[in-house]
């Protein structure tokens, strides 16, 4: 495959959606200290404006604009492409990296629940590069991220909803990849584990889990979430100077995918092993375990 030279930040624009907090708004601060122009999308308006006022006042001659969008709603992300593309007509890199999480086995789950997921995490990134490749490729040495997850490597109960869009986020990223090398632009799919953001407490709670199973889950879901996100962003940053076609970000994710690797078929067990016990671990004393 042809090998492309290396990303220039300074001087280009970035579009970068989940900005407002967690390792959208590490990548933020990161991609300003490399000397780009930012576009920053988020659903949180009162998260965001901050974040655009720390940047401008740490990088005055930076051209930082913001955008409120609910990437769950399709018009607002066709709004949020036509904007881009009206005012951007050559960006350097696309960051997908807004995602919500979604618990609950796939029979404690709404079919409405499940396709928000999938509308944020999967079709908002899909439609967001497919309607910004014209911009994309206007100049030479573009770059894509999609943000997939560890839960686009295995599969665990009780997380059907983020891993079919994780998983398609991923497949989606490596093809592109195969295709727009021929356009110069380069593709990195992101992996992270337990990455310290507020995923968890902003996690959508399937509609038929019981009320005693959710905060016990909820505290076990956050207590893993520990990685710095700050870490993490850097870690991103030079995976798109360096053009890595993938990034797998803390051990949380390393270990799973090497034990994927080992044993296609059998570490879904082991996953399944781990993933009940935590989550009985997690309940109070004498509370039963519901099959």
């Known amino acids: 495959m042809t090998r492309l030279p290396a990303y220039r930040f300074a001087g280009r624009t970035a579009v970068l959606t989940g900005a407002a907090s967690g390792i959208g708004e590490q990548l933020a ?87 928000q997921v999938m509308n944020v995490n999967f079709r908002a990134p899909m439609l967001l590069t497919h309607a910004l490749l014209p911009s994309l490729t206007a100049t030479p040495g573009g770059h894509l991220v999609n943000v997939s997850s560890l839960f686009g ?11 079919a869009s994780k998983f398609a986020l991923r497949g989606l ?3 592109l990849r195969s295709e727009l090398i021929d356009n110069g632009v380069g593709v990195t799919t992101v992996h992270p584990g337990g990455i310290r953001t507020r995923i968890a407490e902003a996690a959508l709670v399937g509609s038929h889990v019981p009320e005693e199973e959710i905060e016990p889950n909820r505290r076990l879901f956050a207590a893993l979430l520990s990685y710095p996100p700050e870490k993490a962003a850097e870690l991103i940053l030079r995976a798109v100077a360096k053009r890595k076609a993938r990034l ?20 879904a067990r082991i996953v399944r092993a781990v993933t009940v016990a935590s989550a009985r671990g997690a309940r109070p004393a004498g509370q039963a375990a519901r099959r």
């Not at 992300?77 to 904007?83: C, E, P």
């Not at 490597?153 to 891993?163: E, T, V």
């Not at 797998?248 to 570490?267: C, E, F, N, Q, W």
């Open 29 to 115: 601060y990161g991609l300003a200290h490399r000397g780009s122009d930012l576009v920053l999308a988020d659903v949180d308006e009162g998260r965001l404006k901050p974040v655009a006022a720390r940047i401008s006042a740490a990088h005055p001659g930076l051209n930082v604009q913001t955008i409120i969008a609910d990437l769950a709603d399709r018009s607002a992300v066709d709004a949020l492409a036509t904007q881009v593309l009206n005012e951007h007509p050559a960006i350097g890199l696309l960051v997908n990296n807004a995602g919500i999480a979604l618990g609950g086995r796939f029979d404690q789950v709404s079919i409405d629940q499940f396709e």
């Open 153 to 163: 490597l295995i599969a665990p109960p009780g997380q059907s909803a983020y891993c």
């Open 173 to 175: 990223s490596e093809s």
């Open 248 to 267: 797998l970000i803390a051990t949380s994710a390393k270990a799973p995918d090497l034990l994927a690797r080992l044993l296609p078929v059998g570490h």
